[in-house]
Every structure is written in C-alpha cells, then in structure tokens.
C-alpha cells in the first residue's frame, strides 16, 4: 500500500505538502463554486415556486406541505450514520491510495441500507393507520385534514426509497467530488420546481404536491448514481458478492456516533417547524417556514465551502499534514462568521419585501414578525461557526463527544423550545436553537476542536 503522502522523488516533504495543500483548497473551491451555482438555480426556482404553492394551498395546508417537506432532513436518522461513517473510511483510503476497502465498503453499506430501508417501510405502514395525524399536525380544515393522512404515506414511501440511495453524496465528498453530485442535484430542483408547477396547474391535491416536491430528491440521487457508478467510478459498484457482514458492522459501529450526533440536528433544526404546528396550529407555519427557508439560504451557502472540507480534513490527517488542517479550520471560521453576519443584515433589511413576495396566503401582506427574524438572523450566525467546528471534529474522526452531547443537546432545545414557545411565541423555538448550538456546540464542542486542532509551527 503506498501513502498519498509521500513526496515525488527529487521534492522536499514541505514542498509536498504544500501542493497536496494546494490541490485540496482547489477541490473545496471547485465544490464550492458548483455547489453555490447549483444550488442558486434550486433555490431560486423553489422561491420563485412558493408564492404560487402559498397562493394555490391557502395558509393551513401551504404550513402543512412546508412541514412535510422538512421530513426529507430525517434520512440522516434512518441511516443509522453508516453514509456519515463512509465519508471517513473513504477519505482516509484516499489518502493511503487503498482501492480495496472502499468497494467492500460501499456495497455493505448499500445492502445494509437497503435492509433498513425495507424495516423502516414495514413498521411505518404497520403504524401509519393507527396514528391521528391530524392531531399531530394540528390541522382543522376539511380539506386539510382528508388530504393529510394520504400525504405522511407519500413521504414515508419517498424516505424508504431515497434512503439506499443517499450514500452517494457521501461518496462524492469523501472523493472531494462533491461538485458532481451537486450538478444533478439542481438538475433534479428545477425538475422538481417545473413539476411542482404542472402539479398545481392539473390541479394536484396536497398528496402530489408532496410527491413531487421530495421525488426530486430521490429524482437528483438517481442521476448522480448513474453518472458515478456507470461512468465515474465503476468499480464500486455495490455488487452484492462485495458485502462483508463484519465490514458492515464496523462501518454501523462507527455510524452509530454520528447517528446519536445526528438526532440532535434533527432535534434542533428539524422539529422547529413541527412544534411549531403542535402549539400554534399549521397555519402559524406559513410564516415560520418561509422566514425559515428565507435564512436557510445562508447556511446553505456556507455548507457549500464548508462541507467539502470533512473529506479533505480525513484525507490531510491521513497525509500527516496537520499544518494544513490547522490554518484552514481558522480561516475558514473567520470567513463563515464574516458571511453569516452580513447576509443576516442583508436579510433583515429586505425582509418585508421578501415575505411580500414570496407568501400569498393573504389577501393583504402581513408585516414580519421581527422577534421571530431577529431569532432565526442570530441562529444562523451560531450556526456558522458550529458548521466549522463540527465538520473539523468529524474529519478528525472525533466524533465521541459529539454522539454523548448531541442527544442531549436535541432534548435540551426540545424542552426550551415548548417552554420558550408557550412563553413567547414562535420566535421561542428559534431562541431555543440559538442557546442550545451556544450552549453545547461552541462552548462545548469548541473546546474539543481546540483541544484537538494540530498545532501550526510558530503557534502556541
């Protein structure tokens, strides 16, 4: 096995490793870039979609399809971390220039996948009758409540099927690759958009709308398998003759830390919009989730820099070019806290405008709910910095603290969240994020990833 670290003959190790240096800010640059093209185009069709889903809906059932959507972020969940694990091992045997493990590790993950997906759709159809969903939700509407109970089938069908496929993004960010997946992921938006749009013109009910907006997902994962495993990188293909039971149980054993660090994402990013509904009813979340998506656009901007650093982070440590990892963690903090804090004004400022725009679910706008903008502006500058440190601290593979202190930091937001929200308002379950990502991933988290950063030269 020859290292990816080694010099080539004649060149100095710190000439090497500034060009490895080099070649990875290339690959995050080249991600970013694509990403922030891709997903400009999807973000900007799904804006331009939501005044007519909010005007087509109305505002009960336009808060109940903003909900369901949110779903799609649970998959992270239901994978038991095993994509999450991949990014790792693939990372580091791209660093060690080991061809051999990844196969075993793709196809066992996929098979592994696959069975979980089957386990996830057999409970959730033994359940999905016995549930009152509209009370869940909080829905009152006729309309809203017929509709309902067809639609959570939707997305249950839509996280069964997009669950094996889901590794694949994970196998283009371990390979720093991201930009591919990216590529066919804005292919799949505007696919989604442009049905969304034949979907309300035939006079879809909320079921469709909520096929047609998570089938782009899956749609987009379909796209990028084909073009990695057809054309890009064939031989790891998930052959079922490639599945290594004790590959999988180490890889689920690894994925399980990143699993319980994952429910405290869900907790804290995801139940938002839900608990919402559960206190104020679905129609509050009209507001809520479009301020929501409004502010999203920052983090999704970062992670598009951000994330490709995981895989190059594993891949340096790997090459034992901490020097690397060091300077890029801090340079890449300053200008994500830079962002944040700039966008958010921006955002604030042009924010009656943006609602004006974007919800139709009244007949005369509304003006903001300035507590609830303010809440989610400081969220999301939080949030930038936790973005930097957990993506650090998982291409370190230092995942330990984050599995014992993401549950309770999900159930932490949870709690402050109903009480803050009974209090307050909806801008109370905003603030609850905000404390909770202060609280437990900069203090908490931020002291492990400076405990755990390599010292630069010259650095105390």
């Known amino acids: 096995m020859v290292r990816a670290s080694m010099p080539e003959e004649g060149e100095f190790p710190g000439v090497a490793s500034e060009r490895r240096g080099r070649r990875r800010i290339a690959r995050v640059g080249l991600t970013g870039l694509t990403t922030l093209l891709a997903r400009g185009l999807t973000l900007g069709a799904g804006l331009a979609t939501l005044p007519l889903a909010s005007g087509y809906l109305g505002e009960e059932r336009y808060g109940l399809w903003l909900t369901l959507g949110s779903f799609i972020g649970w998959i992270g969940i239901l994978d038991l971390g095993m994509s999450n694990s991949l990014v790792n091992v693939l990372a580091t045997a791209e660093g060690r220039q080991d061809r051999e493990r990844p196969v075993i590790a793709v196809s066992s993950v996929f098979w592994s996948s696959c069975l979980i997906a089957g386990l996830f759709f057999?409970?959730?159809?033994?359940?999905?009758?016995?549930?009152?969903?509209?009370?869940?939700f909080n829905v009152h509407s006729a309309e809203a409540r017929q509709e309902l109970r067809l639609s959570v089938l939707v997305v249950i069908v839509c996280l069964a099927l997009r669950l094996p496929t889901a590794m694949i993004g994970a196998i283009y960010q371990a390979g720093q690759e991201g930009y591919f997946h990216q590529v066919w992921s804005s292919l799949a938006g505007l696919l989604?958009?442009?049905?969304?749009?034949?979907?309300?013109?035939?006079?879809?009910?909320?079921?469709?709308?909520?096929?047609?907006?998570?089938g782009g997902f899956i749609l987009g994962d379909i796209f990028a398998g084909i073009h990695l495993f057809v054309w890009r990188r064939p031989w790891l293909w998930p052959s079922p003759t490639a599945f290594c039971r004790r590959e999988a149980s180490s890889l689920l054993r690894q994925g399980s830390q990143f699993w319980l660090a994952q429910i405290s994402a869900v907790l804290m990013f995801q139940i938002g919009i839900l608990i919402t509904a559960r206190l104020f009813g679905a129609a509050e979340v009209a507001g809520y989730g479009t301020m929501l998506r409004l502010f999203a656009i920052i983090g999704s901007i970062q992670t598009a820099f951000v994330a490709p650093l995981w895989a190059a982070y594993g891949e340096a440590i790997a090459s034992e070019d901490g020097r690397w990892v060091a300077s890029t963690f801090r340079r890449s903090l300053r200008l994500s806290l830079a962002w944040s804090i700039v966008a958010s004004l921006v955002i604030l400022v042009a924010l009656p405008l943006l609602l004006q725009l974007l919800m139709r679910t009244r007949p005369h706008p509304q003006s903001p709910d300035w507590s609830l903008a303010i809440a989610f502006a400081v969220t999301e500058v939080i949030n930038s910095a936790a973005r930097c440190i957990a993506t650090l601290l998982n291409g370190l593979g230092a995942i330990r603290l984050q599995a014992l202190c993401?549950?309770?930091?999900?159930?932490?937001?949870?709690?402050?969240?109903?009480?803050?929200?009974?209090?307050?308002?909806?801008?109370?379950?905003?603030?609850?994020?905000?404390?909770?990502?202060?609280?437990?991933?900069i203090v908490l988290m931020g002291r492990e990833a400076s405990h755990r950063l390599p010292v630069e030269p010259g650095r105390c």
């Open 122 to 136: 057999v409970v959730a159809m033994v359940l999905w009758p016995l549930v009152d969903w509209a009370s869940i």
């Open 406 to 441: 993401g549950p309770l930091a999900g159930i932490f937001n949870l709690g402050l969240a109903l009480l803050l929200g009974k209090a307050i308002g909806p801008a109370g379950v905003a603030w609850a994020t905000a404390i909770s990502l202060g609280l437990f991933w």
């Open 192 to 214: 989604g958009a442009l049905g969304l749009v034949v979907a309300i013109w035939s006079g879809g009910g909320l079921p469709v709308l909520s096929a047609v907006t998570l």
